[in-house]
């Protein structure tokens, strides 16, 4: 995902339940795969952008089936519906339940190395989908994007790519199972990618992809080729090493909502090429830690916690930066409580705490006033600092050999 703004994520639970129209119409709203901008001070309207983008809300019927195919209890991150809306989720539970094989498809624009914990929660919930199915990973370092959009030359995007290869191999995922690419490498082993991508350019026209992503004409034309490079690993004839000849195979991609102009396109050419469609699982942006009306950016490091953190810089962000729902005075907040909704702290723990149990105890005890800031605080600090000592642990170890395994093009354990 890209760098994003931020909403507070419990607003999507309640949209849920009010009425369609729910959210000021008068609030304007872009999200691209660029920019994420909003006029409301509430953060994104998530529904809003269901019904823009014409996606489906990832509802508790479809979650139901989840389970029930997969015989597991679900990724906590789909259980509170961090990962919020959906296109043809059920299709491809079909497919999971008439034992069929699909596989994953993810990726990162690799445009800086200091990745943030944002950035490592499509990977952790990619990661869980891929332990629960069983199945093949694809994940796209989209280097060359980088390069086309961002002051960066095409040494150091590629560099970057390698960088945060690290990173994301440190999430755990299966050597076996999973192949890491950088576009601008990847090209150049394996003659299906170019081959795909020039099906797709040649099947979208330009007034198409200007609808989609607003291109001006100040836009060089790299900008405008590139979706198709981020279209056809959607495609299993794109990873002839992996699927052999098959044409059939459909994936399934989990990607901040923010990616779904890309997979709009890629919908719409697919069965025109004789490809399946991709099935897709959308995120709401993590907030930044100042709350939910600011972006999340790179360039401000008071806005969110690196992969690189140490366990002192965590403790001083938390405590000097997230955003408090707590009260003015000890008292107050005693008598009031704290409001969940808004506060930063809260807000992390629902993405990083995988127990339901333990998140709702703290739950009501903040919002009931038994629980302080600093106390909230202290709580994540804790957990955030296990998390991230843990990570730098695991990323210590991924050797160049390993990543080197990882981005070869080769076989994978994959049952047809
Ligand atoms: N464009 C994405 C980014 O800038 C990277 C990306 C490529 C991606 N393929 C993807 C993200 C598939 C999600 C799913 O971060």
Redesign the pocket.
């Known amino acids: 995902?890209?760098d994003q703004v931020n909403g507070v994520i419990s607003q999507v639970e309640k949209l849920q339940v009010e009425d369609e129209g729910a959210g000021d119409p008068m609030d304007e709203q872009t999200v691209t795969?660029?920019s994420v901008q909003t006029s409301s001070a509430a953060g994104v309207d998530y529904n809003k952008l269901i019904r823009q983008f014409g996606s489906q809300p990832v509802e508790d019927a479809l979650l139901d089936k989840f389970e029930k195919v997969t015989g597991k209890p679900m990724p906590h991150l789909l259980r509170r519906k961090i990962f919020f809306s959906h296109r043809d989720l059920d299709q491809i539970l079909n497919v999971y339940a008439s034992g069929k094989p699909f596989y994953l498809?993810?990726?990162?624009?690799?445009?800086s190395d200091a990745m943030h914990l944002g950035?490592l929660i499509?990977f952790i919930f990619t990661k869980q989908l891929q332990d629960l199915f069983d199945i093949p990973l694809v994940?796209?370092?989209?280097d060359d994007?980088?390069f086309l959009?961002k002051d960066l030359s095409l040494e150091k995007a590629n560099e970057l790519a390698y960088e945060n290869a690290k990173d994301i191999i440190a999430v755990g995922f299966d050597m076996e199972k999973t192949f890491i690419f950088s576009d601008l490498d990847f090209m150049a082993q394996c003659p299906s990618f170019y081959r795909n991508i020039l099906r797709v350019q040649k099947a979208v026209t330009y007034s198409q992809a200007k609808g989609v992503f607003g291109f001006i004409p100040d836009d060089h034309i790299g900008k405008v080729g590139f979706p198709a490079?981020?279209a056809v690993?959607?495609f299993c004839s794109t990873f002839p090493f992996i699927f052999g000849e098959r044409k059939d195979i459909p994936c399934l991609?989990?990607?901040?909502i923010?990616?779904d102009p890309?997979?709009r396109i890629t919908r719409d050419v697919a069965p025109k090429l004789g490809f399946c469609k991709p099935s897709l699982l959308h995120s709401t942006f993590i907030p930044s830690l100042q709350g939910a009306q600011t972006k999340m950016s790179a360039s401000d490091p008071h806005s969110s916690i690196y992969l690189t953190d140490t366990n002192a810089q965590i403790k001083n962000k938390i405590n000097k930066y997230a955003f408090s729902g707590g009260q003015q005075t000890v008292e107050e907040h005693r008598a009031k409580g704290g409001n969940c909704d808004v506060d930063i702290s809260y807000q992390y723990l629902r993405f990083f705490v995988e127990d339901d149990a333990k998140l709702e105890q703290i739950r009501t005890d903040y919002s009931t006033g038994k629980m302080l800031t600093g106390e909230l605080k202290k709580e994540l600090i804790t957990i955030l600092q296990t998390l991230v000592t843990e990570h730098q642990r695991r990323r210590a170890a991924v050797t160049p050999e390993v990543v080197k395994q990882f981005m070869t093009p080769r076989k994978l354990n994959f049952k047809g």
Not at 105 to 111: F, H, K, N, V
Not at 253 to 256: K, Q, T, V
């Open positions: 995902m890209g795969p660029w498809y993810t990726g990162r624009g690799p445009s950035h499509p994940i796209q370092l989209t994007e980088k959009w490079i981020q690993p959607s991609i989990p990607c901040g923010d990616q890309y997979f």
